[in-house]
Nanobody, 121 residues
Framework: QVQLQESGPGLVKPSQTLSLTCTVSGASITTSASHWTWIRQSPGKGLEWMSVVRYDGSTYSSPSLKSRTSISRDTSKNQFSLHLTSATPEDTAVYYC?????????????WGQGTQVTVSS
């Protein structure tokens, strides 16, 4: 069973860097063709796709957040992390990590439970 678990501070001060980690169990983040993604949902808004790290270490971030967002991974710990600099109250959201795994022509998405992050002084 593949499981993902987000971790990180629940409260971040404005202008600080918001950093979250997703720990994956039951599958390796280097599994061929797999993608590992961060998404968030702000109060009253829809899901916002943020950043992805692929099985080969390549990354891509949303153009709207690219200047503030980076994603990294630690293959030894089977974790991937999100870093969002210069946090503002607008970054208050529930942050989710999810992984997409492929088996042949089928794919399955596995979600973390989400973690609330509030940006406030």
């Amino acid at each position: 069973q593949v499981q993902l678990q987000e971790s990180g501070p629940g409260l971040v001060k404005p202008s600080q860097t918001l950093s979250l980690t997703c720990t994956v169990s039951g599958a390796s983040i280097t599994t061929s063709a797999s993608h590992w993604t961060w998404i968030r949902q702000s109060p009253g808004k829809g899901l916002e796709w943020m950043s992805v790290v692929r099985y080969d270490g390549s990354t891509y971030s949303s153009p709207s957040l690219k200047s503030r967002t980076s994603i990294s991974r630690d293959t030894s710990k089977n974790q991937f992390s999100l870093h969002l600099t210069s946090a503002t109250p607008e970054d208050t959201a529930v942050y989710y990590c999810y992984g997409r795994l492929y088996r042949g022509i089928s794919r399955t998405d596995y979600w973390g439970q989400g973690t609330q992050v509030t940006v406030s002084s």
